[in-house]
């Protein structure tokens, strides 16, 4: 979600929700051998998500969606638990951080969360 003050002081408060994809490359290290592994990644990508463009004509504002790109870095601490040798369910704790300051990441470049997933082989 994004919160932008009065523009032009003409207009209340706006908000609204954007959306974010993440492509990430990284290595990683697996420590253990049994149903319980734990693992450390370091991961480096870029950001693609919508920031809000602001376009005024005469007295009409209008909000636009402008696709945008950011990258950043990413260290993750977790744990798998395997059900079987090829699917495991994930619990990640993670911190995040952009490589420069614009938009949403102008008064914070950092950020921290939570992921459950589940992981599997490919081949």
Sequence with gaps: RYHLDAI???????EGTTSMEDL???VGYRMGKNK???F???????RFYDYPKIK????????????????FNRF????????N??????LEGFFASTLKRQHFWE?????????LGITTALF
């Design 56 to 71: 005024t004509d005469d007295e009409v504002i209008s909000i636009l969606q402008d696709n945008k790109s950011i990258g």
């Design 24 to 26: 990430l490359v990284g």
């Design 107 to 115: 008064d914070k470049r950092s950020s921290f969360g939570l992921t």
């Design 76 to 83: 993750s601490i977790g744990v798998e638990y395997y059900l």
């Design 36 to 38: 319980t592994q734990w």
């Design 40 to 46: 450390v990644l370091n991961q480096v990508g870029i």
């Design 85 to 90: 040798n090829q699917i495991a369910v994930t």
């Design 8 to 14: 032009f002081n003409e207009t209340n408060i706006i």
